[in-house]
RNA sequence: GGUGAGGUGGGUGAGUGGCUUAAACCAUCAGUUUGCUAAACUGACGUACCGCAAGGUACCGAGGGUUCGAAUCCCUCCCUCACCGCCA
């Protein structure tokens, strides 16, 4: 959630960023927290003063008693009685200021960076580099990947639905084969980049939800272990975030970069059409995710650090791309800048995200009371980031699409010693 | 799933209703002393919120309750450990 402070020390910035989203009401609801954060400090300020005496009069009741004087000491209960009511009425008004608060900033999305661009939806997102040196030609007799998934048995949607359902492939021989060559070639560049590799739980509590943000805006889109409270991850930037919550850490040690494969679980409710077929959309997928926690002086360097990531993975797998910034109105509800990566698809003959490269600043550190202490040994907001490196079956499509001949699918240079053959037949 | 024992600051650990404003030790930091290191001594040493400040309030796994007053008593839940059962 935004930091309160943020509001209040520029109030007119922080309304034109959240207007960049397009919301209209803007300023209301900035105005809005601002309000019910005075009230809150003014009621704690009465409550804490009148504990004060109730303190201070239990200390000196039990003087009394042990001077044997029980009258007194009954006269001084009754009036601890009352102070009780009163406390007792401002504990319950700052409870529901508190719980309005609350609610007030989990409704409101991240302060979109200076850089983001105003915009309603993906059609005004900002194309800030354009990589089709790869070539982005297509041949007539090019088959979409769905089609070259079936005719080399790599990968079987059909009989996914069968076992599970509809948008839970099934990766077989070759297919399976490339899916774990590329995960292990991603893992390996991410190591050698100087990330920690780890291997999470790919089912969290609520709290590690909550924690980035998939609660409660997101809550549809996960699955849900019932018996248990548990929810399987979407990303593994859940986990991976929610491994500094609540901590405090030591300046000298920023940035954490960590990388994690895992599946991905995404209910997807509501999708359809065109976009989700073959490979496009999928309920459960394979990801690489790289998480940092940032001192915030240096947030925005690590971010490009993120993208240049990026961008050498799809040079080396000779794909064709572009980085897009992401607008106002189309930029996730817990960033303030996210870049997306498209690889272009030459079969569908469109681009496909990839992956998406995010600097949250300080709204998922605010809500885990993730901190690190400066050289005053105040404790202050890290900023978080994440980003794909990769999103495992765009790149799988894009790959089979791009690389068909006639006969076989050849593979990129890079690949070939992560998968143990040269292409696809 | 069953039974039992536990959960107190960075760590160990005392604390069974008011002398706790959470002791003591260890670790850490600063200072003194000192060829260096070490030792010794002195001091500092949790988090959050309110306040210009002085200061105040809350927090002893979490949430309720009893009481003038709760780390301490009661209730519910969570977690950890051990053993048993099941099991890759």
Redesign the pocket.
């Known amino acids: 959630m935004v930091e309160v402070r943020i509001l209040r020390e520029n109030t007119p910035k922080a309304i034109t960023a959240l207007e960049k989203r397009g919301i209209e009401t803007a300023e209301q609801m900035i105005r809005e927290v601002i309000e019910l954060?005075d009230q809150?400090?003014e009621l704690?300020?009465k409550?804490?003063?009148l504990?004060?005496k109730?303190?201070?009069?239990?200390?000196a009741?039990?003087d009394l008693?042990k001077q044997g004087m029980t009258s007194e000491?009954n006269e001084?209960?009754e009036l601890?009685?009352q102070w009780?009511v009163d406390i007792t009425a401002f504990q319950e008004e700052m409870d529901a200021v508190m719980s309005n608060l609350e609610h007030a900033l989990l409704a409101m999305p991240n302060l979109p960076h200076d850089s983001v661009p105003a915009g309603q939806d993906e059609s005004d997102n900002e194309v800030v580099e354009l990589h089709d040196h790869f070539g982005t030609d297509s041949e007539d007799w090019y088959k979409p990947h769905w089609e070259l998934m079936e005719k080399y048995d790599i990968v079987d949607l059909a009989l996914g639905a069968k076992i599970t359902g509809s948008g839970f492939p099934v990766y077989k021989g070759q297919g399976a084969r490339l899916q774990r060559g590329l995960i292990q070639f991603f893992l390996n560049e991410a190591v050698s980049a100087g990330c920690l590799e780890v291997i999470p739980p790919y089912v969290v509590n609520a709290d590690s939800a909550r924690g980035t943000g998939q609660l409660p805006d997101k809550d549809g889109q996960m699955y849900y272990v019932q018996k248990d409270d548990l929810y399987l991850i979407p990303t593994s930037e859940v986990p991976l975030t929610n491994m500094f919550r609540n901590e405090?850490l030591e300046a000298a040690k920023l940035p954490f970069k960590l990388t994690a494969y895992s599946p991905c679980f995404r209910r997807e409710a509501g999708s359809y059409g065109a976009d989700v077929k073959g490979l496009n959309r999928l309920h459960q997928f394979d990801k690489v995710e790289m998480v940092v926690i940032s001192h915030p002086e240096n947030s925005y360097e690590m971010l490009d650090w993120m993208v240049n990531h990026t961008k050498k993975l799809l040079e080396k797998l000779e794909l064709p791309y572009r980085v897009v910034r992401l607008c106002g109105g189309d930029l996730g509800f817990t960033s303030a800048l996210t870049y997306d990566f498209e690889v272009y698809s030459v079969a569908q003959k469109r681009w496909l995200e990839v992956s998406s490269v995010s600097n949250f600043e300080t709204y998922q550190s605010n809500r885990m009371?993730m901190?690190y202490?400066n050289d005053e040994?105040?404790?202050e907001l890290v900023h978080t980031l994440n980003g794909s490196v990769l999103a495992l079956p765009r790149i799988m499509a894009a790959i089979l699409e791009k690389n068909q001949t006639k006969t076989q699918i050849d593979l990129p240079e890079v690949i070939k010693p992560y998968v143990g053959f040269d292409c696809i037949k």
Do not use: C, H
Not at 54 to 59: C, I, K, L, P
């Open positions: 954060d809150r400090k704690q300020s409550t804490d003063a504990l004060q109730v303190n201070e009069q239990s200390r009741i039990g008693y000491a001084a209960k601890v009685r009780k405090i009371k901190r202490r040994g105040k404790t």
